[in-house]
């Protein structure tokens, strides 16, 4: 087969995905797994083939509800036997009462049809909204409406097999097709996403809250109206939810904040302190007019903080409220050198990269691009090491705890001895290259597999200062999330000259994570400057 030739899979690729995530939910997680899940197994399994295929073909879908006309598979020829059975052993029923939802899988012109009392000078979404309001009968005479069943199910075990409810059965597809290699692992090395049953169902349960808020908030009503007591400290006690309930809290604390309930913003911020909860409990505090409070918590920000934009909006905070007074990211774009170039048309920062060009530097508008692919390519085997527990089915293209701080602590001793493998710049682009020939094309999440990244990583590391070139890659490992990006824009060369640049035009700001690189890569003794930029004309 020629690379221009598709891939095409089998007629009914998506039963065998979804019976290969049910085989392998059911053997990992037998220690989850309860009666509903075991049920639903074995009703499952019992239906024909094409019961089976149909099923999954509306359970796949997006909605709850299905028109039985509009139903047509090659695969599944017979559509009203196979809707009877599914019927008849509880995967879906015919919906003859009146739901809004149904409306929406008719067309406009076809609901004028139907009620005739609708204005059609009105949009649909207008249509829908009176219909859902009004006492109109049943749609099923005029189409077969299917509703599916047994969702919960299928979710919950989704849910075991892709570790969050995003997942999505086409990422099987994505894969075998060849539009994203992706790294083999061994999965007999795979662990669990989840420890217990309640963890799983506090994940399931923190889902349903967030889909909650968010129908509630497209219908512009008072959040504050329908929040019920809930269980935020089980949900934090465990680790996979207490990822889902620290975003869910902070989106909360935050609506509070909007509407100025800051007492109540204030209570849903405590319950964390992932960033920004502590920077709004400042700020909140402030308003509130509890000053003390609110220059303690800034000091503890300062002494031990999540992330650099913590570090610097302490510093700033307790600068303004006059209790320290040191170096902000103001001064030192004050501080910055100065160049004229005519206004760009386009990025002023490959303007200015056609400017040192011009003047006989090569370089590229590199920002996070090369110091991303230089730890993706050195660090390829500690990220993609199963021994840590982080795999959990073979789609993943990361370890679960990449974004964690235990990624660096469960890893420091490998990362550590992958440094020090580089004793020369020689073997350090040896080893770069073997990996990048390697790994070529395979996803991932540092590498952008473009041609100039090999040889501008190579001129990186036989110009940039061995020692300060490690130090950077382990300071990235310890909060990944955040330090994976805000590096330079350019990166320039000339003989055995070099120069890194962060490009400001004219009122541009440096961020906190922009001056954390920059003071970084300063103490490593890797040339780096703020650069800004005036027009001339």
């Known amino acids: 087969m020629s690379k221009k030739d598709p891939i095409i899979l089998p007629e009914k690729y998506y039963l065998d995905y979804f019976n290969y995530v049910l085989s392998f939910v059911e053997q990992q997680y037998k220690h989850v797994l309860d009666q509903p899940e075991y049920l639903f197994y074995q009703a499952f399994r019992d239906l024909s083939e094409q019961a089976q295929c149909l099923y999954l073909r509306f359970s796949n879908r997006r ?33 003859e009462s009146p739901d809004p939802r149904q409306f929406q899988l008719f067309t406009k012109q076809e609901l004028l049809k139907q009620f005739d009392f609708l204005d059609r ?72 996403w989840f420890q217990s049953r309640e963890e799983a169902l506090s994940v399931m349960h923190i889902s349903q809250l967030k889909r909650m808020i968010y129908e509630i908030q497209q219908a512009n009503l008072p959040l504050e109206d329908y929040l019920e007591e809930m269980p935020w400290d ?15 809290l902070l989106k909360i604390a935050y609506y509070f904040e909007q509407v100025q309930l800051w007492e109540k913003a204030l209570e849903y911020y405590s319950f964390t302190d992932k960033p920004p909860a502590r920077e709004r409990k400042v700020r ?80 590229m508008h590199s920002e996070n691009f090369l110091w991303r692919g230089l730890f993706g390519l050195s660090f390829w085997s500690v990220i993609f090491d199963e021994s840590h527990g982080s795999f959990h089915h073979p789609l993943q293209r990361q370890p679960s705890d990449l974004n964690d701080t235990v990624f660096f602590e469960s890893r420091q001793e490998l990362l550590n001895d992958q440094l020090n493998k580089f004793r020369t710049r020689k073997q350090f682009i040896n080893h770069i290259k073997r ?11 540092f590498v952008y597999w473009h ?39 350019l990166f ?23 001056l954390f690189w920059l003071d970084f890569l300063d103490s490593a003794k890797i040339k780096v400057e703020v650069l800004r930029v005036n027009y001339s004309e």
């Open 63 to 95: 909605g709850d509800f299905f028109r039985i006309s509009k139903i047509s598979y090659a695969e599944i020829p017979d559509v009203q036997d196979t809707k009877e059975e599914l019927m008849h052993q509880g995967f879906i029923r015919i919906n």
């Open 121 to 192: 000078n009105q949009k649909k979404e207008e249509i829908l909204l009176e219909l859902s309001e009004a006492d109109v009968p049943t749609l099923h005479e005029s189409d077969e409406i299917a509703e599916v069943l047994k969702n919960e199910e299928v979710d919950f075990i989704k849910l075991l097999f892709f570790g969050h409810r995003g997942g999505r059965m086409t990422d099987f597809v994505v894969r075998d097709v060849g539009n994203v290699k992706i790294e083999k692992l061994d999965e007999t090395k795979f662990k669990p």
């Open 234 to 248: 089980t949900w934090l006690s465990y680790p996979r939810s207490a990822k889902s309930a620290e975003k869910l």
């Open 284 to 363: 909140l505090l402030e308003k509130l007019d509890a000053k003390e409070g609110a220059i303690a918590l800034a000091n503890e920000m300062l002494e031990d903080p999540r992330n650099a934009t913590e570090y610097t909006f302490a510093y700033d905070f307790l600068n303004r409220k006059g209790v320290r007074i040191n170096r902000s990211m103001t001064e030192r774009l004050k501080n910055a050198p100065l160049i004229s170039i005519s206004r760009p048309t386009g990025k002023v920062e490959d303007a200015v990269l056609d400017y040192f060009i011009e003047n006989g530097w090569d370089g």
């Open 435 to 445: 990996i990048h020939d390697e790994k070529y094309g395979i996803a991932n999440r």
């Open 451 to 489: 041609e100039s990244l090999l040889p501008t990583l190579e001129v990186m590391i036989e110009k940039l200062p061995l020692k300060g070139l490690k130090t950077v890659l382990l300071e990235m490992s310890k909060i990944m999330k955040e330090n994976s990006a805000g590096f330079p824009d």
């Open 492 to 514: 320039l060369w000339k003989d055995d000259d070099y120069q890194f640049y962060e490009v400001k035009s004219p009122n541009d700001q440096l961020s906190a994570q922009q």
